[in-house]
Nanobody, 122 residues
C-alpha cells in the first residue's frame, strides 16, 4: 500500500513562510506528477501547484503564483512546497497527491496524503 506523507504544516503569522514536504511510504509506485491541493473549511478542495517528477515546468494556481514554489528532490523522492508571503486566506489543510498526468483537477489524482494543517494568523 502506497501512502503519501506530508509534513511541515503549522501556525505562522501573515507574511511568514512555511515549507511543506511530501514523500511516499510503503512500496514504490509509478506516477509522473506530484501535486499540492488545499481545502479550507466549507470550501472545495482546490489546486495549488504541480510538478513532473522528471522534467517539465511546474504549474501554479493564480492565487499562489509568485509566492509559492514547488520543487522536487528525486534522490530523496520528495516534493516540496515553499510558501512565502503567506496570507490568512492561505489557511487550509494542504494535501499532497500523485497522478499520471499534469492536471489541476483533484479527480485526476489517485494517490493522496492525509493532509497537513497550515494556519496563517493576521
Amino acid at each position: 500500500q502506497v501512502q503519501l506523507v506530508e509534513s511541515g504544516g503549522g501556525l505562522v503569522q501573515a507574511g511568514g513562510s512555511l515549507r511543506l514536504s511530501c514523500a511516499p511510504s510503503g512500496r514504490t509506485f509509478s506516477r509522473s506528477v506530484r501535486g499540492w491541493f488545499r481545502q479550507a473549511p466549507g470550501k472545495e478542495r482546490e489546486f495549488v501547484a504541480a510538478i513532473m517528477i522528471i522534467g517539465g515546468m511546474p504549474v501554479y494556481a493564480d492565487s499562489v503564483k509568485g509566492r509559492f514554489t514547488i520543487s522536487r528532490d528525486n534522490a530523496k523522492n520528495t516534493v516540496y512546497l515553499q510558501m512565502n508571503s503567506l496570507k490568512p486566506e492561505d489557511t487550509a489543510v494542504y494535501y499532497c497527491a500523485a497522478s499520471p498526468f499534469l492536471r489541476s483537477r483533484p479527480e485526476e489524482y489517485d494517490y493522496w496524503g492525509q493532509g497537513t494543517q497550515v494556519t496563517v494568523s493576521s
